[in-house]
């Protein structure tokens, strides 16, 4: 009797600790794919996501996803990242479509090209100061192409202005980020 308890006991520990070790996102940034970002914007969860579309050799090449780590790294928060390279425009058009608020006036959300935005319930903000991350940008900046810098570790004062701002938005709105 006392050996089926401890085991009882035991097993239960081990689901408690497998279950809370996979619930929470660690801080800087976490890759998810599209079909968990969907999962995540369904559930009407609130927090920061970066989205771009770029091969994996630019993104590698220009340490994006380092800069963007090593940015919440230090302010010690959480955001999520997806790799839009190779989803239909179509369903990126309505992702943004079903996702951007009524305020937006027509002006709705593009996932291959608006870089760092706030989801708040599920919907994504409009957030005053914008962390762009056109394909373009990317791509030069992997091949250090004329005009471009040669790494994003040398575009952090844009990636950390783009991060107070919409830290500084949700704090201001009473937004409280879920993970």
């Known amino acids: 009797m006392k050996r089926n308890g401890l085991i009882g006991i035991m097993l ?10 996979g619930s929470k996102a ?7 794919d599209m079909k968990e970002l969907e999962k995540k ?6 927090f920061l996501l970066v989205t771009f579309a770029a091969s994996e050799d630019e993104v590698e090449e220009s340490e994006l996803v380092e800069a963007f780590d090593q940015a919440f790294n230090e302010k010690e928060k959480t ?3 997806v790799n839009v390279d190779g989803e239909s425009q179509e369903a990126l058009d309505q992702l943004g479509e079903e996702h951007s608020p009524p305020e937006y006036d027509g002006d709705t959300w593009e996932p291959k090209d608006d870089g760092l935005v706030l989801i708040q319930d599920g ?11 056109g394909q373009s ?3 030069g900046t992997a091949n250090d192409e004329e005009g471009y810098e040669g790494s ?5 004062d844009d990636i950390d202005a783009g991060i107070d701002s919409a830290l500084d938005f949700a704090d201001r709105n009473d937004i409280e980020l879920t993970y």
């Not at 239960?12 to 070790?21: K, Q």
């Not at 919907?123 to 991350?133: A, D, H, I, Q, S």
């Not at 994003?152 to 952090?156: I, L, N």
Request: net charge negative; glycine share 4%; with cysteine.
């Open 12 to 21: 239960l520990s081990l689901v408690l600790i497998i279950t809370a070790c």
């Open 26 to 32: 660690e801080i800087g940034m976490n890759e998810i």
């Open 41 to 46: 914007l369904e559930n009407e969860e609130s």
């Open 79 to 81: 955001a999520f990242y």
């Open 123 to 133: 919907g994504v903000m409009k957030n005053p100061r914008e962390t762009l991350l």
């Open 137 to 139: 940008l990317i791509k």
């Open 152 to 156: 994003f570790f040398e575009y952090m």
